[in-house]
Every structure is written in structure tokens, then in C-alpha cells.
């Protein structure tokens, strides 16, 4: 039994029983070493090493974290609800949410995508915007498997399609693997081939906005930070709006998470806009609200470490060109499903291509695949995946923010929606493109 199989069944089978996230890729990891030849000493050792991968981002969401809570303080939640109620009162309730729940969603939207190409700070802007909105969510009673959705589409679809960003960075890796895999194409090409699978996903986000999470949801409020209605002053809210352009400017000129938050929050320290008695309360209950997604995404590196170990990725796609035959509608979905097992496991589409264009390229060249085809397959076999894994930070990062008053579940409010959503539409619409081109 092939090592990657077993240990992403037995860490996605755990974390649909609840089991702990952190827990469930331990035990896989665990598991697959085994499977795959290590033994229990040497897995360990290899899962171990591997956990500091991700420290930097691990310390990057704790303080990331401390900067949401900082930012709750000084009222510019308050003065969002305010507004969207004067809204509703103006309106008329129900033309009024209606209307307020549009906005939301699609500002979210803009924001997620922005922070692919625009802005590229990835996930960076959740711990700082979502917290605070939670209460107005409440309000309005969205479901925020709708808003994980929308905000996870955001944070795929653009680098998927467009050369721009963290877009720039997927094409120019897929082109460089291709090419030292025996086909040279031109970046160029890669939005188009792309633009069919993009276009699946753009069919689950509207199946999940006006379909699947159409409908009400209420939770109970619960103020993240104790912050009376009315209380802010406009200076305030003009520091807080100061503290955040300058976390963004800072984590782009500085290439760091870390200085980034930390920027953000010395600019609320020295305006006073959290007093010094209180900032010490206030950041530790923020990073303890984003300490989980740490955990999460240093396990999630050892995982993939112990997984690379045993060789069984490889052996993995090679047992698949050896089942596909001569058949070109087979291979393309067995090489999708290989895909999207391989970056379920590993939770990086940036790190799956070298890893399967190295078997795909050539397997697609010998059965007649055209180049803008053989494109399509291994894109979309990469992105497979990174939508609807427990460890890719395409979930963590919105459960990170939905989750901050522990109402919204990783596994079953974020990872099975965008699974089903996205996953399902990309692996259609990427077959359809491979068959087409």
C-alpha cells in the first residue's frame, strides 16, 4: 500500500471524526512512515525536523493574532456595525441585510483576491479584519461557511489564473518544472490554459453563495474584546486604520509576517490607541486566539517531510502512468486525483509541481497531449487540493479568523465546504480543459 494513500486517508478520515487536527496528522504521519518503510524512530525524527519549517509562520499568526485583538480595542469594529445597521434602519430590515449581506460578501471577495496579486500578503489581512467583523456577521446572521468559501476563493483563483503576485511566483515555478521535465512553454500560455479550470472555480463559489449557504445561520455573540458601543473617538479609528496600511507596507517591504504585525502594533502603542496597562491582556489573548493555526501548519510541515522521506510520492505517480495505458481521458483524471492526493497531504500547490511534473510532463508528450493540455493537467493537478486541506493555510487562514469566537469548525465549516466546492468543480472543468486544448 502506497505510503501518501495511507497517510492521508488516516489523517482525513481522523479529522472527519473530530479528532484534532494536530493529532490527526501526527498519527498519518506516523502511519505513512511506517507504511512507507521508515521505521517508528526515524519517522519521528524526520516529522520532528521537520517542524521547523514553519516556525516563522507559526510566530507570524500568534502575532498577527495579537494585532486583530489590538485593533478590536479601539473601535473600529463598533463603527463598521453602526454603519450597516444605519443601513438596515434606512432600508427597511429586510431589503437592508439583504443589501448589507451583499456588500460584505463582496468586499471580502475583492479583498481576499487582492491579497493574491494586488497586495500580496496571502493570508496575512484575516487575523486583522475577520475577528472584528464577527459580531456584524452575527448581526446579519450569515453562515460563515459561506464567507470561508468566498474568502478560500480568494486566496486560490487568482494565483491559479493570473501572472501577478504570488500568481507570478505558481507560473513561473510550473513553467520552470515543465521545462526541465522536456517541454518549454511560454508563461504567457498559462493563463489561458488555465482559465476553464479558474472557471470551475467561479461555478463553486456561486453554487456555495446562492445555493449551499444561501440560507440563515445564527451564533451567539460573544465580544472578542469587551469594547462598549460608541466608545471609539475618530482619532482612534484613524490610528487603527494607520496601524493596518502600516502592518500591510511593512510585511511587503520587509518580505515578513512578523515586522508586519509587529509594525502594527508599535503604531497603536506609541499613538496610545491601546493604553500600556491594558496591551499586555489584550495581546496574549490574541495570540492564544491564533495559537491553533501555529500548531496546525508546524505539524503540517513534518507531515509532508515524512511523506517526501519514504519515496512513495514518487512511486505514487509512477504507478499511476503505469495504470493509465494508452487511454488520454484516463489519464487525465487519474493524474488530477493524483494531484489532489498529493497536495491534500502536503497542503502546498507550490510545492506539488516539482513533485509531479517530473512524471506528468513527459507521461502527457507521450500520449499526445498538446502543450497548452499538458499545461492544464499538472496546474490544476498542483491547485487540486489546496482548497479543502486540513493543513493548507487556503483554510487555516479563514478558520483562523471565523473561529475566533470558537463557533466555526476547521474540518467541517471550512475543509468539507471548500472541498466540495472547489475541488469537484477544478477536477470537471480541469478534464474538460486537458480534453479540449
Not at 456555495?208 to 469594547?227: C, M, P
Amino acid at each position: 500500500m502506497n505510503a501518501v494513500i495511507v497517510a492521508v486517508f488516516i489523517m482525513l478520515v481522523l479529522s472527519l471524526l473530530r479528532v484534532n487536527v494536530v493529532l490527526s496528522l501526527i498519527v498519518g504521519a506516523i502511519a505513512g512512515g511506517l507504511t512507507g518503510g521508515l521505521t517508528f524512530q526515524k519517522t519521528i525524527e524526520v516529522f520532528t525536523n521537520g517542524l521547523g519549517g514553519s516556525a516563522e509562520v507559526a510566530l507570524s499568526y500568534a502575532l498577527l493574532g495579537g494585532f486583530a485583538v489590538a485593533i478590536s480595542r479601539t473601535g473600529l469594529p463598533n463603527l463598521l456595525i453602526e454603519w450597516v445597521l444605519k443601513v438596515v434602519k434606512k432600508n427597511g430590515d429586510s431589503k437592508g441585510k439583504t443589501y448589507s449581506k451583499a456588500i460584505i460578501v463582496f468586499a471580502l471577495l475583492v479583498i481576499a483576491c487582492f491579497s493574491q496579486n494586488v497586495i500580496p500578503i496571502h493570508i496575512a489581512f484575516i487575523p486583522i479584519l475577520i475577528p472584528p467583523m464577527l459580531r456584524l456577521l452575527n448581526e446579519l446572521q450569515i453562515d460563515r461557511r459561506l464567507i470561508a468559501s468566498v474568502l478560500t476563493f480568494g486566496l486560490t483563483a487568482p494565483y491559479i489564473l493570473l501572472p501577478v503576485g504570488f500568481g507570478k511566483i505558481f507560473h513561473d515555478i510550473l513553467a520552470m518544472n515543465m521545462a526541465s521535465s522536456g517541454l518549454t512553454i511560454d508563461t504567457s500560455d498559462i493563463p489561458v490554459a488555465m482559465l476553464l479550470p479558474t472557471l470551475g472555480l467561479v461555478f463553486g463559489l456561486l453554487i456555495a453563495i446562492f445555493f449551499s449557504y444561501r440560507k440563515k445561520r445564527e451564533y451567539v455573540t460573544h465580544n472578542i474584546v469587551k469594547v462598549e458601543e460608541g466608545t471609539y473617538s475618530k482619532v482612534g479609528i484613524y490610528f487603527a486604520i494607520l496601524s493596518i496600511v502600516g502592518a500591510l507596507v511593512a510585511q511587503l517591504v520587509f518580505d515578513s509576517m512578523i515586522i508586519g504585525a509587529v509594525a502594527g502594533i508599535a503604531i497603536l502603542y506609541i499613538s496610545r490607541s491601546v493604553r500600556w496597562n491594558e496591551a499586555d491582556a489584550l495581546l496574549t489573548e490574541g495570540m492564544k486566539m491564533m495559537a491553533f493555526i501555529g500548531f496546525v501548519m508546524l505539524s503540517a510541515f513534518g507531515f509532508a517531510d515524512v511523506l517526501k522521506e519514504t519515496g512513495d510520492v514518487d512511486t505514487l505517480v509512477q504507478q499511476a502512468a503505469q495504470i493509465i495505458g494508452g487511454s488520454q481521458a484516463l489519464a487525465a483524471l487519474l493524474m488530477l486525483i493524483v494531484g489532489l492526493l498529493v497536495t491534500m497531504g502536503i497542503g502546498s500547490s507550490f510545492s506539488t509541481i516539482p513533485i509531479i511534473a517530473t512524471i506528468f510532463v513527459p507521461l502527457s508528450l507521450e500520449l499526445g497531449f498538446s502543450p497548452m493540455a499538458t499545461i492544464a493537467l499538472v496546474g490544476t493537478a498542483a491547485a487540486l487540493g489546496d482548497a479543502g486541506s486540513p493543513a493548507s493555510d487556503s483554510t487555516l487562514g479563514p478558520t483562523a479568523g471565523l473561529n475566533a469566537d470558537m463557533q466555526h469548525n476547521h474540518i467541517w465549516d471550512t475543509c468539507v465546504p471548500t472541498f466540495l466546492h472547489y475541488n469537484i468543480p477544478l477536477i470537471i472543468f480541469g478534464w474538460i480543459a486537458a480534453m479540449i486544448l
